[in-house]
């Protein structure tokens, strides 16, 4: 089980908005560590795709959006294409009394209908 | 070109030793935070070990003990030496580099990953 929560999977139309959610806790995101997010096309490696809970690499479209409040995090996809079906995570950093680590949530399947 | 390339990857017996290098080019890997990250087949991302600038190293818990990492400088590469190999170790390990300034764990840059499959 992840310390990060999000959807298994979300489905849109094409030029559609959908939102992937990152839940956390009060040991990661509500205890204020940046949530990054990162799109994993099939077959390759992951790419960063929002830094800072809602910063975006050089390259990455502007229909890509991140946000934040208290302990969880989102991203939205505005204008959905169909390039954008890939695995997305979210992560983030986990600081408790059992320890420090770089956590990920478990993934989210977008699907192009 | 920034990138990393890793290498070692393979078929290892359980209880098994392998090491997977990832070699850098276009920066230097001991003016970062470097980290391996692994995926199972067909699940999501694990992150294993991390390496800072200054030289401290952390694990996860599920290899705390097996496994180390480090670097050599004059290669400008980072290696994993896996140790007492288990079956649930299986996966693509990918190299990862902490690189935004004003932020800290974004992996900027991935390598193209390592499969590594602990099987008898």
């Known amino acids: 089980q992840s310390v990060l929560t999000q959807p298994p999977s979300v489905s849109g139309a094409p030029g559609q908005r959908v939102t992937i959610s990152c839940t956390g806790s009060s040991s990661n995101i509500g205890a204020g560590y940046d949530v990054h997010w990162y799109q994993q096309l099939p077959g390759t490696a992951p790419k960063l795709l929002i830094y800072?809970?809602?910063n975006r690499p050089s390259g990455v479209p502007d229909r890509f959006s991140g946000s934040k409040s208290g302990t969880s995090a989102s991203l939205a996809i505005t204008g959905l294409q169909a390039e954008d079906e890939a695995d997305y995570y979210c992560q983030s950093y986990d600081s408790s009394l059992s320890g420090s680590r770089v956590v990920f949530g478990g993934g989210t399947k977008l699907t192009v209908l | 070109e920034v990138q990393l390339v890793e290498t070692g990857g393979g078929l290892i017996q359980p209880g098994g030793s392998l090491r997977l290098s990832c070699a850098a080019s276009?920066?230097?890997?001991?003016?970062?935070?470097m980290s391996w990250v692994r995926q199972a087949p067909g699940k999501g991302l694990e992150w294993v070990s991390v390496?800072?600038?200054?030289?401290?190293?952390y694990y996860a818990d599920s290899v705390k003990g097996r496994f180390t990492i480090s670097r050599d400088n004059s290669k400008n590469t980072l290696y994993l030496q896996m140790n007492s190999l288990r079956a649930e170790d299986t996966a693509v390990y990918y190299c990862?580099?902490?690189?935004?300034?004003?932020?800290?764990?974004?992996?900027?840059?991935w390598g193209q990953g390592t499969m590594v499959t602990v099987s008898s």
């Open positions: 390496i800072y600038s200054g030289g401290s190293t």
């Open positions: 800072g809970n809602s």
């Open positions: 990862a580099r902490d690189g935004i300034t004003g932020t800290t764990w974004a992996f900027d840059i």
């Open positions: 276009g920066f230097t890997v001991s003016s970062n935070y």
